[in-house]
């Protein structure tokens, strides 16, 4: 699978081969590359990438992702080109807003209820897919509407997840 990438506002590609754990991609066209990867916690990754060993820390945001690496800071922001992505106008507006999955997988943990008061960025429910776990985020501040989700079922990518208000 291919994504577009932008990493700190740089555009680049990058080819998914293999997934995690023996990951093997190549990025804007260049050589096959491997690296073994685990996620020993939520939101932390473990790389071995030629001989080197990183910690990576992912945190999803509106735009996209922010990955710490070494005490360096990256906004990534990563699209399938074969996905058609409407940008909601009123997406950090007024409005109610859905949670929906990205790809299939498997709810890890739900962190809130219906009627929980929640901020801009804070976890709502963890999916877990290709053997990595994703924290899907509130967008903006609200309250909890709804939230269709139960731990342990499988989803489909665009189920709804959640809605806020």
Known sequence: MKLDLTING???EIELLAPAPDCRFRLDGG?????QVETPEPGVYSVLLDGRSYDARVEEVPEGL???I???????EARDPRRFVRKS?????EGIQTVTAPMPGKIVRVLVA????????????VVEAMKMQNEMKAARAGKVLSVNAKEGATVK???VLATIE
Do not use: S, T, Y
């Open 10 to 12: 740089a555009a680049g």
């Open 31 to 35: 050589a096959e590359r491997a690296a």
């Open 66 to 68: 922010v990955v710490v």
């Open 70 to 76: 070494d005490g360096f800071r990256f906004q990534i």
């Open 89 to 93: 106008a009123g997406r950090g507006g």
């Open 114 to 125: 219906p009627g929980d008061a929640v901020a801009a960025g804070q976890g709502l429910l």
């Open 157 to 159: 990518a665009g189920e």
